[in-house]
């Protein structure tokens, strides 16, 4: 009924995940890569199959013996939990969705996390997929901000939902003599990780957010059937990159970098827009670019919603304790070993 995949079964895993309709990029073994070696735990895929039901749930398993503050105060290997790969995920299920098939899912999933001392679950659900509809047996779903998601189903459909003074700002880009290229290559990833790390310095982003170069080198290796660099160029000089992923139908800003004393500019929107341009051209439907820091409708909100003003998609989160014992006592030995308690809101308690 349950099978589990890692990447040693990397064939089978993307097989499996393309054989679901909705799949996304997300869910292949390729994306996760990167995210292991920056230190997110071990992928699997999660595969169910019971009647007419078929699930697939892609998680990093994680060791909570490596977590600050337990280092050194936990054994390895007899604790772990997990969580959505950066990005978006949670179960995806096909055919029978009733509440019973519903139920059978959530035991066989809770017998495989618990005889795999799984302790809890935090979850990313996807915003263009809704995934989180119907999972209320298997998790705590809470909804969280809107998102801004580009509909690309027309060029007049494409230029209609973006503000008037955002086609000023794209027309100023161009007026400055502003280009946009795309491509993939050892050169502009180094590039790409120049200007990533530089953005995230000025904006002082949280420690999580500064990717190693082998990171990045991982993600060329892996990633080029999935996604393409774009890039601003001024003069010759690459002022602005994205990288944009892409995968059946759907396509997702992903990292960005820029310099600082160009942005005026405004070689971001200019981006953005052939980056819809493009998938309008090659089939694509939508554009997420996702939503404000921290899921708040914030002025990073804000700016992303001037694409579409009519942007109807929502992120939701998903938590699941499948051991409350051991869950109380990693947040009690957590309390113990911190100054001060866990932030509101954060899951789980005991990481925070």
Known sequence: MLKVLGLDDEVLWRETVKSFARHDVYYLPEYTKAFRLHGDG????IYYESGDTRAINVVMKRDIAEAAPFTGRLPEGAHYDFATPYGYGGFLVEGDCSKAA???LNAAYTEYSLDSSVVSE?????????NQDGLEPLYRIIPMGRTVTMDLSSLEVIRRNMRKSLRNRINKACRSSISVEMGWSPELFTQFYNLYTETMQRTNAQP???????FFECVHDTL??????????LEGRIIAIELVL???????????????????????PLIVYIQALWGYENGYKELHLGGGVGSSEDSVFES?????????????????????????????????????????GFFPEYRA
């Open 122 to 130: 935090f979850v990313r659900f996807h915003p263009l997929l809704d």
């Open 102 to 104: 519903m139920d059978r």
């Open 42 to 45: 071990e992928p699997q895929l």
């Open 246 to 268: 892409y995968c059946n139908g759907k396509m997702h800003g992903h990292l960005q970098g820029s310099k600082g004393e160009y942005l005026y500019l405004c070689p971001i």
């Open 224 to 233: 080029a059937d999935s996604a393409l660099l774009f890039y601003a160029l």
């Open 208 to 214: 999580y957010y500064y990717f190693s170069r082998a």
């Open 304 to 344: 992303k919603k001037k694409f579409n003003e009519n942007t109807a998609t929502r992120f939701f989160i998903g938590h699941r304790i499948f051991n409350r014992e051991k869950y109380d006592k990693l947040l009690s030995l957590r309390n113990e070993l911190c100054q001060s308690g866990p932030r509101p």
